[in-house]
């Protein structure tokens, strides 16, 4: 059967043409289609906790603060896009540090190389990947917020958590 509204062919079975036209009623209703794109994910209210409540918690917890923001960081991350490649990264990022730290310091062969050596070194390893990977998620979740924000790679890189939550406080969502 022809849409009498815009002529577009429609199955007999169609209830609704593209255009709106709905069959049985006759009337001009909203498209199937527009109210199916029309549904927006709902906001999740990102960590609203202050940058400097992790930068304070940073030497009390020896570091470990930072690990932990990451996580409700890719978390977040995770409910809002649906996935998250961040998240699992974040979440083995504190072990796999400590590997890969251990393994690092056998290669040296020498008792007396220090993890303070290493740890850095493991550490930017496998930072700075993870914090790249969200700070991609969360330049495409914060630009559709705020129109053509991006957040900086070196700033991404050197402060990590503690910039990405300075931006994630201020996130209204997009309602
Ligand atoms: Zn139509």
New binding site residues.
């Given amino acids: 059967m022809d849409?009498p509204?815009?002529?577009?062919i429609n199955p007999d079975s169609a209830g609704r043409?593209?255009?709106?036209?709905d069959f049985p009623s006759r009337t001009m209703q909203k498209p199937y289609t527009a109210m199916e794109t029309c549904v927006k994910r709902p906001t999740v209210e990102p960590p609203r906790l202050h940058w400097g409540w992790v930068l304070a918690l940073r030497p009390l917890t020896g570091g470990l603060s930072d690990y932990v923001l990451l996580i409700v960081e890719s978390n977040w991350s995770r409910k809002m896009r649906g996935k998250s490649a961040a998240l699992p990264m974040s979440i083995i990022l504190f072990p796999a540090q400590v590997v890969l730290t251990v393994l690092l310091r056998l290669g040296t062969g020498s008792p007396s190389e220090s993890a303070v050596l290493w740890w850095p070194i493991a550490g930017a390893l496998l930072w700075i990947p993870n914090l790249l990977t969200l700070r991609g998620e969360l330049n495409e979740l914060l630009s559709a917020d705020v129109p053509g924000f991006s957040l900086s790679g070196p700033m991404s890189v050197l402060l990590g958590p503690v910039y990405f939550q300075y931006h994630l406080r201020d996130y209204q969502g997009t309602t």
């Fill in positions: 849409c509204h815009c002529g577009l043409c593209d255009c709106g036209y």
